[in-house]
C-alpha cells in the first residue's frame, strides 16, 4: 500500500508530463516578471506588449487621460415656483427640493449662478387650476412673473421655462381633454393651440429657452412659428423630444402638484419599448425647428441617447428624473452607496453616452463638488 505522500508524488510527476514545460517564455520574459516559483510550475505569465493598467497607477495620469470632463456648465437646475406660498416648503419625496415663493427664486437663481451654474428651468404651480389651463399662458402667470423676477436680477441666467399644461389643469394631463363615456381623449390640435400661448407668453416675459414636455404632434414647428411672428426670433426651443410615459416621474407630480385625476400619459408619451419610433420623434422635432434635443428620463434610456446625439449631431439634453434622484437618495440615507461618488458617476456617465446638458436636481451640490 503506498503511502499519501507517495501518490501525491506520483500525481504531480502525471501534472509534468502533460504540461509542456514554458522555456521558450522564460527566456523573453524580464527578469522582474520571471517566475518565482518552483521550476516545475506552469508559467502563466506571457511577455506584454499592451499593459492598460500603466496609465492608471496614479491620479495625476489617470486625470491626464480621462475622457469625459464634467462642468458646471454641463447642468441645468429645475425649480419649482409656486404662487400658493408665502415660504419655501420641502418637497416630501425629493429630499433636498423645495417648492418656492416668488419672492425667494431670485435668490435661488443668484445662488445658483454664483455656484457656477449658467441655467435654470422653471416649473409653475399656479394658484388655480382649470379645464382650460389658463395660468399656464395668463401674462401674469407664475412662470411669467419668475421669469421677470430673475432677469432682472440674474440677466446673463440662461432662463428656460416649461411649457406643459398638466400643472394648470384641473384633471392633471398635459392637454385638452374630451371625455366619451369611460374613455378620454387627449385632444392633440386644441393643445398646440394653448401651448403656443403659453410659449409666446413665456418669450414675452423674457425666458432664453421654452422647453415643451406635452409630447403633443407638430407644437415644436406651430411653437417655432409663432415665435418668429411675434418678434421672439432669438428664443430658442429645447424639445423634450423623446420622452417616455415612465413610471421614474412619480415624485414629480409631487413637486408639481400634477397627477393625472383618471387615466395616464401613455397616449402621448412614448412607450419605453420604442427606439426606432424615438429617433422618428426627434427627427420631426429637428426638421420643426428644436434647437436642443431631450431625452426623457436618463439612466434607463441611455441607448437613445446615446442614438440621438449620434444621428443628429444637435446639442442633445437628458433629464435626470426625479425617480432617479429619489432612488440615490433613499439608498445614500440608508449609506448602502455614497451619494456624492454615485451622483458622480451616473453624471460621467450620462455624459460619456452622449449628453451635452444635465438637468439634474443635484446640479447645486455638482457645482461645489466640481469646485474640489
Ligand atoms: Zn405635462
Known amino acids: 500500500m503506498q503511502t499519501p505522500n507517495a501518490t501525491r508524488r506520483q500525481a504531480s510527476a502525471a501534472l509534468v508530463r502533460l504540461v509542456p514545460r514554458p522555456r521558450p517564455l522564460a527566456k523573453l520574459t524580464p527578469a522582474c516578471l520571471r517566475p518565482t516559483f518552483a521550476p516545475r510550475t506552469v508559467c502563466l505569465v506571457r511577455k506584454l506588449v499592451h499593459r492598460p493598467r500603466r496609465l492608471r497607477r496614479s491620479p495625476a495620469l489617470r486625470n491626464l487621460v480621462r475622457e469625459t470632463q464634467l462642468s458646471a456648465y454641463d447642468f441645468i437646475l429645475p425649480l419649482f415656483v409656486s404662487e400658493k406660498l408665502d415660504q419655501r416648503r420641502a418637497v ?47 401674462e ?9 423676477a430673475i432677469k432682472s436680477k440674474c440677466p446673463d441666467l440662461v432662463t428656460i421655462t416649461d411649457v406643459c399644461l398638466c400643472e394648470y389643469m384641473s384633471h392633471g394631463h398635459c392637454g385638452v381633454t374630451r371625455i366619451d363615456g369611460d374613455d378620454f381623449h387627449v385632444l392633440n390640435d386644441e393643445t398646440v393651440e394653448l401651448l403656443v400661448k403659453t410659449a409666446l407668453s413665456h418669450a414675452a416675459a423674457g425666458a432664453d429657452l421654452v422647453a415643451p414636455s406635452d409630447m403633443m404632434d407638430g407644437r415644436i414647428g406651430a411653437i417655432r412659428e409663432a415665435l418668429d411672428a411675434g418678434g421672439f426670433d432669438q428664443t430658442g426651443i429645447m424639445s423634450y423630444a423623446a420622452k417616455f410615459a415612465s413610471s421614474f416621474y412619480e415624485p414629480f407630480r409631487e413637486a408639481a402638484e400634477s397627477p393625472p385625476q383618471f387615466g395616464d400619459r401613455r397616449s402621448y408619451q412614448m412607450d419605453f419599448a420604442n427606439a426606432d419610433e424615438a429617433l422618428r420623434e426627434v427627427a420631426l422635432d429637428v426638421d420643426e425647428g428644436a434647437d436642443i434635443l431631450m431625452v426623457k428620463p436618463a439612466l434607463p434610456y441611455m441607448d437613445i441617447l446615446w442614438r ?32 456624492r461618488a454615485a451622483v458622480l458617476e451616473i453624471m460621467t456617465a450620462l455624459k460619456r453616452a452622449g449628453a451635452d446638458i444635465i438637468a439634474t436636481y443635484w446640479a447645486r451640490e455638482l457645482a461645489k463638488w466640481l469646485r474640489g
Open 140 to 148: 401674469n402667470g407664475i412662470v411669467q412673473n419668475a421669469v421677470r
Open 92 to 138: 416630501a419625496s425629493m429630499p433636498g427640493v423645495f417648492q418656492l415663493p416668488v419672492k425667494e427664486i431670485v435668490d435661488e437663481a443668484r445662488d445658483a449662478q454664483d455656484l457656477g451654474l449658467q441655467a435654470v428651468l422653471l416649473f409653475g404651480i399656479p394658484e388655480q387650476k382649470d379645464e382650460q389651463a389658463s395660468g399656464a399662458y395668463a
Open 308 to 339: 440621438v446625439h449620434e444621428r443628429f449631431g444637435k446639442p442633445t439634453a437628458v433629464y435626470h428624473v426625479s425617480g432617479e434622484y429619489a432612488m440615490i437618495k433613499a439608498a445614500a440615507e440608508k449609506r448602502l452607496l455614497n451619494e
